[in-house]
């Protein structure tokens, strides 16, 4: 149970809150409106808790929403979730993370800042960046695709200590940001220019991309189900428990950063911790809490490169991947090359804008994971199926609330960036092209 929790919380609390405030408080512009945006998201994490515990029970098996959309939709359908989950479910949110990581380090290491840019190439419509951040981010995936590749053990005891540090840090720094810290909570009824010229409501549904992602690793304790002792029991109580924990801290988080500092200033600044905690403690305790949010992020970043091997392998042992990714290697006993091709995939994805990258991977992770809560819709029917009280209360309450919120954030970021419409377009059209012509065929 408490390993169960811990992998929630360690996949939770990554980038997003350390480096979403800053964009959040140019696009919103409002204290009020941006601590909403965070209840809102809170409310439909849980609600789809709720509803992943109920398909996790009655299929215990590794491999989340590829199991779940096979079961219910076909392996067509479960085979594109897993394509998804492998861009857009993992290689997008360590590359985004480890940016997080580098930005927080450039408080010593000026380099690594993210406007330091050394290169910039491409079309005007789709720069690639080269810089310090990509070469920090680069950095901190490699080592950990390679800790990953020698073995699970060592991985699980470096990430248990990596989010047992996560959690401390957050909870003190709330803490003493609120009781010792040197804010002004004045700072909550000053609004910041905004930067978006889109309308408020539909700015709201677009950051909620920033939102999602910031609470995206809800599900994770659902990839090794069986692995986890009386999932029916365990599953419900880690998936829900570490989701609310983890939304207490960011409205937490969120208070005390807009306690430490005006969104005016907030502005366009992604290492927002730093920040915040230089105007609350001083430049010199400022420095221990950037170091210990690189270290924060540093277990995000772990937590994934470790759960994403298991969907790609456990597609891969169904024939619904590429032979490759269930390739385990003899003495480490590992998907080494499953690990690599994420890891390669991570670090190209540091190369991109990250607030496009943040919108490429809303988008596509809040449609397939709407589909895998609306296929309970399909599955409840079937019988011997173990129903859970919590989404059994007010039916269908709890799935209809999730897919709402996520066809409301879909239908407003497929249309207000282009670019990031063709991007997902086109792994969604590769994804089919490459079922059709080498799984599917393989199969024939």
Not at 151 to 167: D, E, H, I, S, Y
Not at 388 to 399: C, I, M, R, T, W
Not at 418 to 424: C, E, G, K, Q, W
Request: glycine share 10%; charged share 10%.
């Amino acid at each position: 149970m408490t390993s169960a929790v811990a992998l929630v919380v360690s996949n939770m609390i990554g980038g997003g809150i350390f480096i979403a405030p800053g964009f959040m408080a140019g696009d919103l512009g409002s204290a009020p409106v941006i601590l909403a945006i965070w209840v809102v998201g809170a409310i439909c994490a849980l609600a789809g808790a709720f509803c992943y515990s109920e398909l996790g029970i009655n299929f215990p098996s590794s491999g989340g929403e590829y199991v779940y959309l096979t079961r219910a939709f076909g392996p067509s359908v479960g085979f594109m979730s897993g394509w998804i989950s492998f861009f857009a479910g993992f290689s997008g949110p360590i590359a985004g993370a480890a940016l997080g990581f580098s930005d927080y380090l450039s408080y010593f290491f000026p380099a690594l800042a993210k406007d330091s840019v050394a290169v910039t190439f491409g079309p005007e419509w789709f720069p690639v960046k080269v810089g310090g951040a990509q070469f920090g981010a680069a950095a901190l995936i490699l080592l950990f695709t390679v800790v990953n590749c020698i073995g699970v053990r060592p991985t699980a005891a470096l990430q248990n200590v990596l989010t047992a540090t996560k959690v401390l840090v957050i909870v003190s720094f709330i803490g003493l940001g609120i009781l010792a810290g040197t804010g002004d909570w004045s700072h909550f009824s000053q609004d910041a220019v905004r930067t978006s010229t889109l309308p408020l409501p539909s700015q709201f549904a677009v950051s909620l991309f920033w939102v999602y992602v910031g609470y995206s690793g809800w599900n994770a304790a659902t990839y090794i189900a069986e692995e986890i002792k009386n999932p029916a029991k365990t599953l419900p109580l880690a998936l829900t428990a570490g989701t609310a924990f983890v939304a207490l801290l960011y409205l937490g988080l969120m208070v005390t950063f807009i306690y430490a500092v005006p969104l005016e200033k907030m502005k366009g600044v992604i290492s927002v911790g730093a920040l915040a905690a230089k105007n609350l403690f001083g430049p010199a305790v400022a420095g221990i809490f950037a170091a210990l949010m690189a270290v924060s992020l540093m277990s995000t970043v772990n937590a994934m490169v470790t759960i994403g091997p298991r969907v790609y392998y456990a597609m891969a042992k169904n024939g619904a991947f590429p032979e490759l990714a269930a390739r385990v290697h003899p003495g480490f006993r590992t998907p080494v090359w499953a690990i690599v091709c994420q890891g390669v995939c991570s670090v190209l994805m540091t190369f991109t804008s990250l607030p496009d990258l943040v919108q490429y991977i809303g988008v596509l992770l809040n449609v397939f994971a709407s589909m895998a809560v609306a296929s309970l819709f399909v599955l409840r029917k079937r019988p011997g199926w173990q129903k859970v009280g919590v989404v059994s209360f007010a039916f269908p309450l709890a799935p209809l609330i999730f897919i709402a919120v996520g066809v409301w954030m879909t239908l407003f970021g497929l249309t207000v960036n282009p670019r990031v419409t063709f991007a997902a377009l086109a792994t969604v059209a590769a994804g089919a092209i490459f079922y059709r012509f080498r799984i599917k065929a393989a199969a024939a």
